[in-house]
């Protein structure tokens, strides 16, 4: 047996030049980045304040953070896709066949699982222990470990650029293709144990969440009092505890048949390759609502607050929310229609997927109802919201089109189906992270990102997406297939060219939300929010200074109604000055840095490499080196540190003083009734 | 139960001296009053830390729950899958799995034991219940790997059918939850031993005793949906 196991020099393709030079820059990129951070002297800073902190809110912010790199990356794919469709026409394009399908596999795996998981993940993490009016959530260095190991997923993903190759089988690998007679490389086995380590540190997070929403919430916050989004983030979360599972099941299956010869899914020995299908949609369907639902409640945070009003219809909301989370689990069999299950079983799932657009039909009609009578305000976030609303009612009808059996033997497979999946996950899901990322920002870094670029990337990306996706419907309604490397159809050339285009306004969108980042950066000192906040919120988390000190609240809130800053802040207003006088301020206690996280994913990223190569003496160290980490943050003696009563104090008292500021402006701007 | 009471606030108790718990439901008893008013709606603040771990680890077994339920759900759809191969009736041994079953429920009940023995903050009897609850789950495997080393050596492995990959699959899950769970008792009495009853590791024993049930209540569905129903089986 060879000490490497299956790698050699031949694993990394000198013979490619595409693949070669992108990661030599990405390569010159990393390292550029980690000299300038050890030659400014960064490094002690970013191991304490960040790489080993359990602060849900710094977490908060590293998730986004990994979630807007992976969105570049996935995007270069989706660049060279359209490109390659655009140019393909009776040619053979600039991409070789097995890239291709490296591109799109990669592409679908790194913008769910990387980027809009990572997203919301995000900011759930940023808010949802803010908005619950407590100090974190439930445990915070199993937090800490969720979020290293998501990104020990992203780098083996990313790792396969240049060492092997990338799964070919599209973002979930069906078999018989992805079993090892027909994908012998080790591009599954990348993607197996990439999604099966990032799997845990998700699974993680569900359990966490689920925990701190059910069991830490500020004193007086009923469960009809939560606000929207912690609602949302508690079904998401709920549906991730109960989903996850299965996926962390069909990817083992799948690999016990590659790596020791099972017969699951394979064409011989009895195996039904039909149910991995089942299996991998029965934890996919519920993901795609993982990832909506969460957009949902940023959508309602931020409709409420830029319309001045109280969300329309809380409990139908609240009802609308949950009934999803349930329905989600009843629809799975329409990714499969075609499979052959029989006219009754299909019946039954596309009446249950038709279902599923009556609650998010109430949400629709619940936001316009906000707007309606309310005194709009129409910055950057509230424009993603309802470019949202716009395009999301578009993407739903063709979903429900295709929740149609007898519709979906046509659409089935084609671009149709792929314009809509793009419809409501750019439109639904990555519109709602922007939206949340322009809502939240001032939350998380005390200053507000610069309105006029955030409103040219709205418009950028919205206009981008309807050039390049809208011919996606036609296309499919033409014939054309998915995945094409490709073609000779001379009647898709136009509309391959137009979303060729619409791929470049997308770029451009990109281009100014980078520049309104470094614009942003660079102008912080003129646009602080010293206030706490920017937008007159009516939610807790805008009852702190921005950004929170560690402890978040110097004393926990007492909750009264749904909308306790909102209420808090009219009472002060009639009154003239903050109502709650300066409480006694104590010693807090707040959970101590760990390494734990950053240490077991490292030990993750060697044990999941080790696999992929079958480096096996590797496999044992990288396994009793993760337990190693966990015995010792086991052994340690000290949990907690004390932040000081005086320290409590100063930071409160300015966060008072600020607020007493805020109020004078508001009371001059806005007479009381 | 007075020496487990080193541990509550000042204040805790009423005038008897004996914690209350007058529905005798979801609480031990030596919950504060407190705590007992934390755990319904939620309304009354953050709940006390052991209960949070407790909860936690209580939505973690459910989701182990769930991935034990897609490897019944895979059993049962390719249990009929011999591909020419032996069938369960051919292959298994009741005997041998009612001993098994046997060494795992007393092994529960050491373990019940030992969480009575820490209750009582007596390390002895803790780590002697601990080590007869070890020792069972470590026969459960002896026996559990001496069934799989027949059936390999019988020509029947998990790579002979579809049927034989589930089967060992499912149950060989459930063998390695057990071995997870040794090394976690056996780190278990090591901080018991090196660090003493202190509270942060009495609520991860708390999440240890939780495991080590389920796995039970697990096995108890292994042992009828794949070993009583494999007996009468075509």
Same mark, same amino acid.
Request: hydrophobic share 55%.
């Given at each position: 047996?060879?000490? +490497?196991?299956?790698?050699?020099? /031949?694993?990394? *393709?000198?013979?490619? *030049?595409?693949?070669?030079? @992108?990661?030599?820059?990405?390569?010159?990129?990393?390292?550029?980045?980690?000299?300038?951070?050890?030659?400014?002297?960064?490094? *002690?800073?970013?191991?304490?304040?960040?790489?080993?902190?359990?602060?849900?809110?710094?977490?908060?912010?590293?998730?986004? @953070?990994?979630?807007?790199?992976?969105?570049?990356?996935?995007?270069?794919?989706?660049?060279?896709?359209?490109?390659? /469709?655009?140019?393909?026409?009776?040619?053979?394009?600039? +991409?070789?066949?097995?890239?291709?399908?490296?591109?799109?596999?990669?592409?679908?795996?790194?913008?769910?699982?990387?980027?809009?998981?990572?997203f919301m993940i995000g900011l759930m993490n940023l808010v949802v222990p803010l908005q619950l009016g407590v100090r974190d959530v439930a445990f915070p260095t199993l937090n800490s470990v969720s979020f290293w190991l998501t990104a020990a997923g992203a780098l083996l993903v990313n790792l396969s650029l240049v060492i092997g190759s990338f799964s070919r089988t599209g973002w979930l690998p069906y078999p018989p293709l992805s079993e090892l007679t027909y994908s012998p490389d080790v591009g599954v086995d990348y993607y197996c144990w990439a999604i099966e380590i990032s799997g845990i540190g998700t699974l993680i997070t569900g359990i966490n969440f689920v925990t701190t929403i059910l069991k830490l919430r500020a004193p007086g916050m009923h469960y009809t009092r939560m606000p929207m989004f912690c609602w949302t983030a508690l079904a998401s979360n709920l549906l991730i505890v109960a989903a996850f599972p299965i996926l962390t099941v069909s990817l083992a299956l799948l690999l016990l048949d590659r790596y020791a010869g099972f017969h699951f899914f394979t064409n011989l020995g009895g195996g039904n390759a039909m149910m991995f299908m089942n299996l991998i949609w029965a934890w996919g369907h519920p993901e795609v609502y993982i990832l909506i639902l969460p957009a949902f409640g940023v959508y309602s945070e931020v409709v409420s607050t830029f319309s001045g009003k109280p969300l329309f219809g809380y409990r139908s909301m609240v009802i609308a929310t949950m009934a999803i989370c349930l329905i989600s689990f009843m629809v799975w069999l329409h990714h499969f229609f075609t499979m052959g299950a029989g006219a009754d079983v299909n019946a039954f799932f596309g009446i249950a997927s038709m279902i599923i657009a009556v609650p998010t039909g109430v949400k629709i009609f619940n936001w316009l109802f906000t707007m309606y009578g309310g005194r709009v305000r129409f910055s950057a976030a509230m424009l993603w919201s309802l470019g949202f609303m716009v395009s999301f009612v578009i993407g739903g009808m063709t979903g429900v089109m295709l929740a149609e059996p007898t519709a979906d033997f046509e659409l089935h497979n084609s671009l149709f189906l792929v314009a809509h999946f793009h419809n409501v996950i750019i439109t639904g899901v990555l519109f709602g992270a922007? @939206?949340?990322?322009?809502?939240?920002?001032?939350?998380?870094?005390?200053?507000?990102?610069?309105?006029?670029?955030?409103?040219?990337?709205?418009?950028?990306?919205?206009?981008?997406?309807?050039? &390049?996706?809208?011919?996606?419907?036609?296309?499919? +309604?033409?014939?054309?297939?998915?995945?094409? /490397?490709?073609?000779?159809? &001379?009647?898709?050339?136009?509309?391959?060219?137009?979303? @060729?285009?619409?791929?470049?306004?997308?770029?451009?969108?990109?281009?100014?939300?980078?520049?309104?980042?470094?614009?942003?950066?660079?102008?912080? &000192?003129?646009?602080?929010?010293l206030t706490g906040d920017p937008w007159n919120g009516r939610n807790l988390e805008w009852s702190i200074a921005s950004p929170p000190p560690p402890f978040n609240y110097a004393v926990l809130p007492h909750v009264e109604n749904q909308e306790p800053y909102w209420d808090m802040k009219q009472r002060a207003l009639e009154a003239g000055h903050l109502q709650t006088p300066e409480p006694a301020y104590g010693p807090i206690e707040m959970p101590r840095n760990s390494a734990t996280g950053f240490v077991c994913a490292f030990f993750a990223v060697v044990t999941g490499f080790a696999l992929i190569w079958r480096i096996w003496w590797l496999v044992a160290l990288g396994l009793v080196g993760a337990y190693a980490t966990f015995v010792r943050f086991a052994w340690r003696d000290v949990e907690e540190q004390v932040i000081p009563a005086d320290e409590v104090a100063r930071l409160e008292r300015a966060n008072r003083a600020a607020r007493s500021q805020a109020l004078a402006v508001l009371a001059e701007r806005v007479p009381t009734p | 139960?007075?020496?487990?009471?080193?541990? !509550?606030?000042?204040?805790? $108790?009423?005038?008897?001296?004996?914690?209350? %718990?007058?529905?005798?439901?979801?609480?031990?008893?030596?919950?504060?009053?407190?705590?007992?008013? #934390?755990?319904?709606?939620?309304?009354?603040?953050?709940?006390?830390?052991?209960?949070?771990?407790?909860?936690?680890?209580? =939505?973690? =077994?459910?989701?182990?729950? =769930?991935?034990?339920?897609?490897?019944?759900?895979? #059993?049962?759809?390719?249990?009929?899958?011999?591909?020419?191969?032996?069938?369960?009736?051919?292959?298994? %041994? !009741?005997?041998?799995?009612?001993?098994?079953?046997?060494?795992? $429920?007393?092994?529960?009940?050491a373990c019940g034991m030992a969480s009575l023995a820490v209750a009582r903050r007596n390390l002895l009897w803790t780590q002697v219940t601990l080590l007869i609850t070890g020792l069972l789950g470590a026969g459960f495997l002896v026996l559990e790997s001496g069934e799989f080393a027949r059936m390999v050596s019988r020509g029947a492995g998990p790579t002979h059918s579809a049927f034989l990959s589930a089967f060992f699959t499912l149950v060989g899950c459930h063998g390695l939850h057990v071995t997870a769970g040794l090394l976690w008792l056996g780190t278990m009495m090591a901080q018991f031993w090196a660090k003493g009853f202190r509270q942060n590791i009495r609520h991860r024993f708390l999440c240890f005793t939780l495991f080590w049930h389920a796995l039970d209540i697990i096995w108890v569905g292994i042992f009828s949906l794949v070993y009583l129903i494999g007996e009468v089986l075509p």
């Open positions: 047996m060879h000490l +490497l196991g299956q790698l050699s020099w /031949q694993a990394i *393709p000198f013979d490619e *030049p595409l693949p070669m030079i @992108a990661g030599g820059v990405v390569l010159l990129c990393v390292v550029a980045v980690l000299l300038w951070v050890w030659l400014k002297g960064y490094v *002690p800073y970013l191991w304490r304040e960040w790489i080993t902190s359990v602060d849900h809110k710094r977490i908060g912010v590293m998730y986004c @953070a990994l979630a807007l790199v992976m969105l570049l990356r996935g995007f270069i794919d989706a660049i060279m896709m359209r490109t390659q /469709q655009a140019m393909a026409f009776h040619a053979a394009g600039y +991409l070789p066949a097995s890239h291709f399908d490296q591109i799109f596999s990669a592409h679908g795996t790194i913008m769910i699982f990387f980027m809009a998981m990572p922007f @939206a949340g990322y322009s809502y939240w920002f001032p939350k998380a870094f005390g200053f507000v990102l610069d309105e006029r670029l955030g409103k040219w990337a709205f418009w950028l990306w919205f206009i981008g997406f309807w050039v &390049a996706w809208a011919p996606g419907y036609v296309l499919g +309604l033409e014939g054309m297939t998915r995945r094409l /490397q490709h073609y000779d159809v &001379a009647a898709w050339r136009p509309w391959l060219l137009v979303a @060729a285009v619409g791929v470049l306004i997308i770029l451009a969108a990109i281009i100014v939300q980078v520049a309104q980042l470094v614009v942003s950066i660079r102008t912080r &000192a003129s646009r602080r929010d | 139960m007075s020496t487990s009471t080193d541990a !509550l606030p000042p204040g805790a $108790l009423p005038q008897g001296g004996r914690p209350v %718990d007058p529905s005798h439901l979801g609480h031990r008893n030596d919950a504060t009053a407190a705590e007992r008013e #934390y755990t319904g709606a939620g309304a009354g603040g953050p709940a006390p830390k052991r209960i949070v771990v407790g909860y936690g680890f209580w =939505i973690f =077994i459910l989701s182990d729950v =769930i991935l034990f339920a897609t490897l019944f759900a895979t #059993y049962a759809v390719l249990a009929g899958n011999r591909a020419g191969g032996p069938g369960p009736h051919a292959l298994f %041994d !009741l005997r041998n799995t009612a001993e098994e079953t046997v060494l795992l $429920l007393f092994s529960s009940f």
